[in-house]
């Protein structure tokens, strides 16, 4: 089976600029989470979505938001970019509840 | 906030040496996963232990569960130079929780 898949790898913003990413999970997993990890804040929850819905959230600003699609595909998105944004973003998913949450190569943002 | 806490924040052995590192977390959890990291890359999962689980072994990995006491450890014997990695506890509170992880313990193996 493929593993978690994130699109695009490495991604260069400027500060103000929105950016989507992308995340698909493996075949059969209908749960899709998203991390940020900062050398300074380590790794933090952002969201996880199950079919569609939203199941839970971090404690992440409105700037961030996310969403899911009816084949599991999940983006995330952060509108008026800012310094502290640059990041490496994981996704991660799941087939559901209490089991391993498998993870992708992560997208590196780098906010200039 | 972070749950889990590892110690020690940084390891250096031999190849061949074991290498062993601690999570301590604060809450009560439905299970605790251990992860790797390659510099700065995607986590790889290593081992899910359950609440009611107090052991598991997956290959030269061995992980404990010590509820009583809010604490994991994770056991590499015989390590090589490929171990190096960074190692990451993560708790989750309940079957639909988040994973909250721990600030790593960084391993270095040296051939």
């Known amino acids: 089976k493929a593993g978690v898949t994130q699109t695009p790898r490495y991604l260069i913003k400027t500060r103000g600029q929105q950016v989507t990413l992308s995340c698909s999970p493996i075949?059969?997993?209908?749960?899709v989470s998203w991390y940020q990890q900062t050398p300074g804040q380590g790794l933090q929850f952002l969201f996880e979505?199950?079919?569609?819905?939203?199941?839970n959230k971090g404690n992440f600003p409105g700037r961030f938001s996310g969403r899911q699609f009816s084949n599991s595909r999940s983006e995330m998105n952060v509108s008026t970019l800012e310094l502290g944004d640059s990041a490496l973003y994981l996704c991660?998913?799941?087939?559901?509840?209490?089991?391993?949450?498998?993870f992708g190569p992560g997208t590196r943002l780098l906010v200039l | 906030s972070q749950q889990g806490e590892e110690d020690p924040q940084a390891l250096s052995i031999q190849e061949g040496e074991n290498a062993t590192m601690n999570c301590s977390y604060k809450?009560?959890?439905?299970?605790l996963q251990w992860y790797r990291q390659n510099s700065g890359r995607g986590l790889v999962h290593l081992i899910l232990?359950?609440?009611?689980?107090r052991e598991k072994h997956s290959g030269r990995l061995r992980v404990t569960l010590d509820t009583s006491k809010k604490s994991s450890s994770l056991l590499i014997t015989a390590s090589r130079a490929a171990d190096t990695a960074s190692y990451f506890c993560?708790?989750?509170?309940?079957?639909?929780?988040?994973?909250?992880f721990g600030a790593g313990t960084q391993v270095v193996v040296t051939p």
């Open positions: 991660a998913s799941r087939t559901g509840a209490g089991e391993t949450q498998y």
């Open positions: 075949s059969g997993h209908r749960s």
């Open positions: 979505y199950f079919s569609e819905t939203q199941r």
């Open positions: 809450t009560s959890i439905n299970n």
């Open positions: 232990i359950r609440s009611n689980e």
């Open positions: 993560a708790t989750v509170d309940d079957s639909w929780g988040k994973l909250q």
